[in-house]
């Protein structure tokens, strides 16, 4: 194991710690469509990768995260989310909704994460919507990140104002519909 993998492991806890107490991500009942069971799926199967992706990050944050000199967990996580896609899984990425991203590349980039920041920041923990690429289908999704922990202001002093359990940022999820 090199040097850098143990501060990767620990940043990626960092990020998810940030997200302990999050509500399951969890499409709001008169958006289900019940003849459409490999929709269903797809959204249990965004609930399972939310609930892996959030509590590992918060175990990591517990547990391992003790100042300002621990690698970024948004560096880490992004590398993850890189090889998720790159191995073909699904895709992945952090999403800012304070209007003020801590890295550019997190602002919302289309009318969907757009759409989704304004529902999230309007108190709903979940959003989704249906997409078609290449004959294909997808499910888009954004479930909320809240600051939940003190241990989230040493890697991001902008939230110190914040209040606990306000939307400061989204994962946004494109998952096959298979």
Partial sequence: MN?????IILATLVLFSCLA??????????????DDAALER??????????????????????????????????????????????????VRLLDATGEPYNDD??????FEKEAIKQLKSG??????????????????ATIIPVVMDKCIICHDNYEDVKKGEAIGALGYIVPIE
């Fill in 3 to 7: 040097k850098l993998q143990p501060t």
């Fill in 21 to 34: 107490g999050v509500s399951r991500a969890e499409a709001p009942p008169e958006e289900k469509n019940g």
């Fill in 42 to 91: 797809t959204r249990k199967q965004v609930r399972m990768l939310d609930d892996i992706y959030k509590t590992s990050i918060v175990l990591i944050t517990e547990h391992y995260v003790r100042d300002e000199k621990d690698l970024a967990a948004g560096v880490a996580f992004k590398k993850l989310f890189a090889a998720v896609k790159k191995n073909g899984w699904h895709e």
């Fill in 106 to 111: 997190n602002a919302p980039a289309d009318d």
């Fill in 124 to 141: 709903k923990p979940y959003f989704d919507k249906v997409m078609e690429k290449d004959g294909k289908r997808y499910l888009r999704a």
